[in-house]
């Protein structure tokens, strides 16, 4: 079946700047995290949902940053004032449910550029 | 698609041989570990895990090797192939959902 999709794959913007960041999930899967990978870097974690609600925001970086999950499926990463900073590779990833030892499927990331 | 791991450490090995990647992680209290694989323009894949009650587990072509004592995990990889050229994560969990992922190594195969 289909993997984890994001759009857009590359993503390019101004300072200041707002942009959205889609994340669909592999069918079926409760659970929906985000991650934010630096050049050079492993990922880091953002956040992440459990059906429709965020279970744990406590990785992302400032109010700047907020997700949404509204049907517990798609998720959208939305970044407002986007800063130079921001730059790097959003990675989603989905598993079939919580609890220990779940395998987390990624998607291929979108990459963000602030200029 | 973007390179990922510009500045990473890497082991260039040749064809055939077998590579081993080492990782130290950082709290002794995480009791599940995970390799992922991640080549340029896409995201970490699985590769194999690992829990603390455990000090090996192999899969196809692959071992992993956790010594808690030290709080080191290395991933071997037998008979490598150019395929396998990738940067490759070790991660530990942090709760049942999170996981910190160490810095990477890039394994370079040489034909």
């Known amino acids: 079946g289909a993997g984890v999709s994001q759009t857009p794959s590359n993503k390019v913007t101004e300072k200041g700047k707002y942009v959205e960041l889609r994340c669909d999930p592999i069918?079926?899967?409760?659970?929906l995290y985000w991650y934010r990978q630096s050049l050079g870097q492993g990922p880091e974690f953002l956040i992440y949902?459990?059906?429709?609600?965020?279970?744990?925001d406590s990785g992302l970086p400032n109010d700047r940053f907020f997700a949404v999950r509204p049907e517990g499926s798609v998720s959208t990463l939305k970044i407002q004032r986007t800063e130079r900073g921001d730059s790097a590779v959003y990675l989603c990833?989905?598993?079939?449910?919580?609890?220990?030892?779940?395998?987390?499927?990624f998607g291929p990331g979108t990459r963000l550029t602030v200029l | 698609g973007e390179s990922v791991g510009l500045h990473l450490p890497t082991l260039s090995v040749q064809e055939g041989d077998n590579s081993i990647i080492n990782c130290a992680y950082s709290?002794?209290?995480?009791?599940?570990f995970i390799w992922y694989k991640q080549e340029s323009g896409k995201g970490p894949q699985f590769i194999i895990d690992?829990?603390?009650?455990?000090d090996k587990r192999q899969g196809q072509r692959v071992t992993v090797l956790l010594n808690k004592t030290v709080k080191h995990l290395s991933l071997q990889i037998a008979a490598t192939q150019p395929g396998d050229s990738a940067v490759y994560f070790c991660?530990?969990?942090?709760?049942?959902?999170?996981?910190?992922f160490g810095t990477g190594t890039r394994l370079k195969v040489l034909a």
């Open positions: 709290n002794s209290a995480s009791d599940y």
């Open positions: 991660a530990e969990n942090a709760g049942t959902y999170k996981y910190i």
């Open positions: 990833a989905s598993s079939f449910k919580t609890g220990d030892y779940n395998e987390q499927f």
């Open positions: 949902f459990q059906g429709t609600g965020a279970a744990d």
């Open positions: 069918s079926g899967h409760t659970a």
């Open positions: 690992i829990r603390s009650n455990m």
